[in-house]
């Protein structure tokens, strides 16, 4: 469903059923700076700014688990000056905008492959997830070099593995077997599926753990999308019904 954001959000959130994990597809960059006449780095850093705002909007409203799509196994086939800006912008987030989450208890941890990016952003990630190890307020993951389709064959690439060895039982195998291989073995599905700039796709994003989430679709560009903008999606959410199959 399509809802697009006022500039004032009138809409009262029952805080008993926030959802616990949102998971957002942050869409929009380039066509925000399009539409300034800014090269599309300049998006990109307006899009990372609104990470920053809506991580404090999701501790605030009580949200335990937010997952956003940041740079997909896809997005390497952009411009080595579009990758190379990306690439930067993450370093200096890590570097120093990130690690300020920490003083309010917020733990931050990557999900995707990262061995393809530069040594220095792997030590960058490594560091930051120790630092936040024992945080328990809002957990942040960033999804980096991900692929819906890439986590799942690097998880049946280790089952069969395990299997192979003896350490599992082919027999044996449930849903639950799989959930324990993939990026986001100890983190619950996503309630509540946010994305931003009009697009109505996946985009090859969580394909295995949104198989019962709400979806949420907005017209607003990702640097754009503010506190209001979560508000309503999460007013949108608890006016489901989720059955889940049930009926």
Known sequence: MFFQPKETSNYI??????????????????????KRA???????KAGAEALERIITDCRELGVKHLTVYAFSTENWKRSQEEVDAIMDLLRQYLKNYFKRFLKDDVRMDVIGDITRLDQDIQEQ?????????????????IALNYGGRDELRRAVKKLAEDVEQGAVKSEEITEDTIASYLDTAEIPDPELVIRTSGEERISNFLLWQIAYSEFYFTDTLWPDFNKNSLTEAIYYYQNRERRFGGR
């Open 13 to 34: 959130l029952n805080p008993d059923n926030i959802p616990s994990h949102i998971a957002i597809i942050m869409d929009g960059n380039g066509r925000w700076a399009k």
């Open 38 to 44: 800014l090269p599309r780095k300049a998006g990109h």
């Open 125 to 141: 990630i490594l560091e930051i997830e120790e630092l936040s190890r024992e945080k328990h307020g809002l957990a942040v993951h």
